[in-house]
């Protein structure tokens, strides 16, 4: 797994993300809504429900919250919500994805375009950006265990790679698929899991002076205001020493 750590580029966003709190539910609640009208309240054949719980949870969601917004998927008060995905470019060509879910597609992709144009970016044609992307699942384990223990445990339920680092944490990729059984694995076996997501990652990436990565968080930022944003993604690579900057 090259380049710098995954955690320290997911820890400064999600820092940025906690000050926005409520929103962060409104969206939250939103995800688990859609997912479980979609594929129904059975968490085994419904793995996006699975998914959007397990980052609630991870956001301190209270588990009545959780439960009252499955029963509204389910009982179809999800409205005409739908799916969309814009693709486009922040400066030095920084791909940007952004998920949305709308009731009205024209105006999400005005907002979308507005904050692009405002902040030196610019809108993309559908997929011009979203083919650089695949789903992982990102797992980041405290100190204490050893590489070749986790390695172990990891591979044996299907994780893909395994990333250890001087002050003895241990990040492990996933595929989308085997997120949930690695995930579980580790927890098995006594190890703490600090953080873990479902992230969409960029094959390649693009390494930010700090100049560059404040105006790319910009973009970002503005994005992640947007009622109907509920994710954003670049192929952006922030250097831990520049992330300290921006914080």
Same mark, same amino acid.
């Given at each position: 797994?090259?380049?710098?750590?995954?955690?320290?580029?997911?820890?400064?966003?999600?820092?940025?993300?906690?000050?926005?709190?409520?929103?962060?539910?409104?969206?939250?609640?939103?995800?688990?809504?859609?997912?479980?009208?979609?594929?129904?309240?059975?968490?085994?054949?419904?793995?996006?429900?699975?998914?959007?719980?397990?980052?609630?949870?991870?956001?301190?969601?209270?588990?009545?919250?959780?439960?009252?917004?499955?029963?509204?998927?389910?009982?179809?008060?999800?409205?005409?919500?739908?799916?969309?995905?814009?693709?486009?470019?922040?400066?030095?060509?920084?791909?940007?994805?952004?998920?949305?879910?709308?009731?009205?597609?024209?105006?999400?992709?005005?907002?979308?375009?507005?904050?692009?144009?405002?902040?030196?970016?610019?809108?993309?044609?559908?997929?011009?950006?979203?083919?650089?992307?695949?789903? *992982?699942?990102?797992?980041?384990?405290? %100190?204490?265990?050893? @590489?070749?223990?986790? /390695?172990? =445990?990891? !591979? $044996?339920?299907?994780?893909?790679?395994?990333?250890?680092?001087?002050?003895?944490?241990?990040?492990?990729?996933?595929? *989308?698929?085997?997120?949930?059984?690695? %995930?579980?694995?580790? @927890?098995?076996?006594? /190890?703490? =899991?600090? !953080? $873990?997501?479902?992230?969409?990652?960029?094959?390649?990436?693009?390494?930010?002076?700090?100049?560059?990565?404040?105006?790319?968080?910009?973009?970002?930022?503005?994005?992640?205001?947007?009622?109907?944003?509920?994710?954003?993604?670049?192929?952006?690579?922030?250097?831990?020493?520049?992330?300290?900057?921006?914080?």
């Amino acid at each position: 797994m090259a380049g710098h750590s995954k955690w320290a580029n997911i820890k400064f966003r999600k820092g940025a993300q906690d000050a926005k709190r409520g929103k962060i539910f409104t969206k939250l609640i939103r995800a688990i809504t859609v997912a479980a009208r979609d594929g129904g309240p059975d968490l085994s054949s419904n793995p996006q429900l699975r998914l959007a719980i397990d980052k609630a949870l991870q956001s301190n969601m209270k588990k009545d919250s959780i439960k009252r917004a499955v029963e509204s998927g389910v009982g179809g008060q999800s409205g005409d919500l739908q799916f969309a995905r814009y693709d486009g470019y922040a400066h030095s060509g920084v791909a940007v994805m952004v998920d949305c879910f709308t009731n009205n597609k024209n105006r999400t992709v005005a907002e979308v375009r507005h904050a692009f144009s405002k902040y030196g970016g610019n809108l993309g044609t559908d997929g011009s950006v979203s083919y650089l992307f695949s789903q *992982i699942g990102f797992i980041k384990l405290s %100190k204490g265990p050893s @590489e070749d223990e986790v /390695f172990d =445990i990891a !591979a $044996s339920a299907g994780a893909d790679d395994i990333l250890s680092h001087d002050d003895g944490s241990i990040e492990v990729s996933t595929s *989308i698929d085997t997120y949930v059984a690695v %995930k579980n694995s580790i @927890e098995s076996a006594g /190890f703490t =899991i600090e !953080a $873990s997501d479902t992230i969409w990652e960029a094959a390649t990436k693009i390494e930010l002076d700090l100049e560059t990565a404040q105006k790319v968080m910009k973009i970002v930022s503005v994005l992640e205001d947007l009622d109907d944003v509920q994710n954003v993604y670049t192929n952006a690579d922030i250097a831990d020493d520049i992330l300290e900057q921006l914080t």
